[in-house]
């Protein structure tokens, strides 16, 4: 009986050899020359020198196999034409892509002018407590309004009267068709309990529409 000693890294592969007459030896984990990374085949007593197929494998890594001769002697240790395998460690498999984020379809644009204050007021961008603030609302409410219907305004005013950028602080109106009239967009305007609204509170004046601002 003799032995042959091979040395792998990682020290945990599983190393067999396959004999060309069909015989397998399973390498043993040992410690050989000093080594803590061999690996001890114990050849069969009257195996003779012959071909032979190594391999070495390990989980995480790629598995290795080599033809050689395995030489034997009564005297010795057997030989082989490997004696130290490095095996390439596999990388991991990249993490599979997000899922595409699918952005819902949007609805039909409301043409309702209350969905459409409300809608505004509830953006934010316009505080109701102040006079510019309560202006600019009214100015975006009207854009709005009158991209659904071209003849809604502002209502004009001028010197004295209570006005931001030349037109009424909360009001707009619709100088024709369905639903025509002056119409008050915020209620306790310029104060902290200032809030949207939309209540009819008398016909148009077209002597006062004008748009834009």
């Known amino acids: 009986m003799s032995e042959l ?38 050849i069969p007593p009257g195996t003779s020198s012959q071909g032979a197929l190594l391999k070495v494998a390990c989980d995480g890594h790629e598995s290795f196999e080599g033809r050689g001769v395995l030489v034997t002697s009564a005297s010795a240790d057997a030989q082989f034409m490997l004696d130290d395998v490095h095996l390439v460690k596999v990388a991991p498999p990249p993490p599979p892509p997000p899922p595409p984020q699918v952005r819902p379809t949007p609805g039909p644009r409301s043409t309702n002018p209350t969905d459409i204050i409300n809608g505004i007021f509830a953006s934010g961008a316009h505080s109701l407590a102040t006079k510019e603030g309560c202006g600019k609302f009214t100015e975006a409410c009207c854009a709005a309004l009158h991209e659904v219907d071209p003849n809604w305004g502002h209502i004009r005013k001028s010197g004295a009267q209570n006005q931001f950028n030349g037109h009424a602080v909360d009001a707009i109106q619709l100088r024709s068709g369905e639903g025509s009239g002056i119409y008050d967009i915020i209620v306790s305007s310029e104060s902290p309990d200032a809030k949207p609204a939309f209540n009819r509170v008398g016909d148009p004046n077209l002597q006062l529409w004008f748009f834009p601002a």
């Open 5 to 42: 000693f091979i040395y792998s890294t990682p020290p945990q592969a599983v190393v067999t050899m396959t004999l060309d007459n069909g015989g397998v030896i399973r390498g043993e984990a040992c410690t050989a020359h000093e080594r803590t990374d061999a690996h001890r085949l114990i």
